[in-house]
């Protein structure tokens, strides 16, 4: 019987492993007598003859490895890590960062943050990567965004900040969709995430770049979930996080970033003003900005909602895509990463999704753009909306926005502020999804374009769920019949 095997890395510098047998239930940790020097990464095979010998000599194995012995014949199988690593291939295909602006390169593997205060791509070797790995590689790895690291930036498994993002499900929602007469709509319901919300992706990401780059000392203003998970990572990676965010954000929110240890401060002001004291506050204090596209890695996280989406729908895109709009990450991101994907040739749909920017008609500056023919967008003079992550006035990739929608063919869409709250409670009933209130902004939207024509119902749509409802639970006792304890219930009048 020819038994396999993955090998996680335990840790890299010592050269220790933890063994899974998939074909039998059998684990155990592993470390080899030579030490690092033995384990020049990037050969599976000296991993394998290393086991092989280390199973027949090593006596500090655990008697489980009689029953290994007896399966020897061959333990060329799967080798992985947390990430998927496996050894055959480098990280990451990264090979520099450029403008977004004006296409000047710049190198990877420093500090970056913007050029001419405009955000940075990072650009990959795809060419090698479709050399190195084939779309069906993917599943065989273990289900976090890291499985695509030869897309994304971490050169290192020890640089991985990970609470552990699992892939998020892509659900179909056949309730709502008859609500909304669209016939093919799906859910990917981003509130599964470590944080409970989308922003996860991208700070997972850009503090494991942090780390790599030695960075200690984080600051970022947020709407809200940007600082939640920004709180999580930081912490996870024992860096100093400084938060600023307006004095009105949900509580729940400023009390999940205090409880991850990090310094909050409300601002009586916008997210622009909380901007504007993070900012000033990075020379003196030496912070590093990780602000939305002020540093470029924020991108290649929340780039993995688009690969995860193609991987799982079988790398055909969907028509049309929803998605709530603030400062633009997630769109961008999601663009980027068709974009590569086409580019390697792994895209089984010819054509790309249409991309839907949703914004509230009490904070939309991107939809007026976009109206506008603008490539650049007015910042919004007073915004009110409880879609408070798409409350954000004025964006510095408004025109990677704006570019997006336009070579997607898409659209911009402004709802009614004061059809989101009951349309987040219409939704989640039919579905026991907890919409957030950016995704029902979005919910809405779709209702509207499917009755104007703008989606047909026949065309596959998803509408991304960005947080979870419960991120917004501000504590207060809700307004419900309550039933004495110890009397008689009248059920027939319940
Ligand atoms: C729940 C939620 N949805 C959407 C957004 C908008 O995200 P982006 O900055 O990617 O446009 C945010 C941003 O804070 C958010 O918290």
Redesign the pocket.
Known sequence: MRDSFVVYSLSRAHASFRVICTSRPLTFDWRTKQGAAGFPSGLSLRVEDSLREAINHDESLTSNAESIQSGEDGFASAIGSPSGSNYNTPMSFMTHLESAIDGTKLPADQVQTMHNDRPLWVRYDLEAVRKAVKPADFAARPPTLWRYRELLPIRGEDSIVTLGEGVTPILPVSNLGAELGLEDLWIKDESQLPTS???SRGMALAVSMARQFGLKRLVTPT????GGALAAYGARAGMEVYIFMPADTPTSIQRECVQAGAKVYLVDGLIGDCGRIAREGIEPMGWFDMA?LKEPYRIEG?KTMGLELAEQLGWELPDVILY????????IGMWKAFGELRELGWLQSETLPRMIAVQSDGCAPIVRAFEAGQRFAEPWPDPVTTA???R?PSAIGDFMMLDALRESNGDAVAVPEDAIAPMMMQASALEGIPF?P?AAACIVAAKTMAKDGRIEPHQRTVIFN??SAMKYQDGAAMDLPTLAGDAPVDYTRL
């Open positions: 919300s989308f922003k709407a809200g979930n940007a939305t929340k709530p709009t603030g400062g633009g990450t997630g769109l408070w992550g798409v954000v957030c950016e960005t947080c």
